[in-house]
């Protein structure tokens, strides 16, 4: 399965910026996904998750500043993110956790102090 994230760039703290993600061919709609992130020189990590009945969890780090959600009718997974800090800074990428695990490319994210 091929996995796109998108609607990376650069923007200035405190700015907002929504990423999405898509499966080529394919509704990931029924599956558990999740968005993780990857700074210069640091391992990768969970931001955040959305299971197949729709429970959510968060990174410490972004908890009140980062929304994931499903638009359903474009069969995406949304990561809203505001009140963005330069530690934000990093790709950002989408991944199929359930029924199979499945990385897709990453979009990068600025954010310039």
């Known amino acids: 399965v091929q996995l796109q994230a998108s609607g990376g760039g650069l923007v200035q703290a405190g700015g907002s910026l929504r990423l999405s993600c898509a499966a080529a061919g394919r509704s990931v709609n029924n599956y558990s996904m999740a968005w993780y992130r990857q700074a210069p020189g640091e391992q990768r990590e969970l931001v955040a998750s959305?299971?197949?009945?729709?429970?959510?969890s968060y990174a410490d780090s972004v908890k009140g500043r980062f929304t994931i959600s499903r638009d359903i009718p474009k069969k995406q997974i949304l990561l809203q993110m505001n009140d963005l800090k330069p530690e934000d800074t990093a790709v950002y990428y989408c991944r199929i956790e359930y029924p199979y695990r499945a990385w897709g490319q990453g979009t990068l994210v600025t954010v310039s102090s």
């Open positions: 959305i299971s197949r009945g729709n429970s959510i």
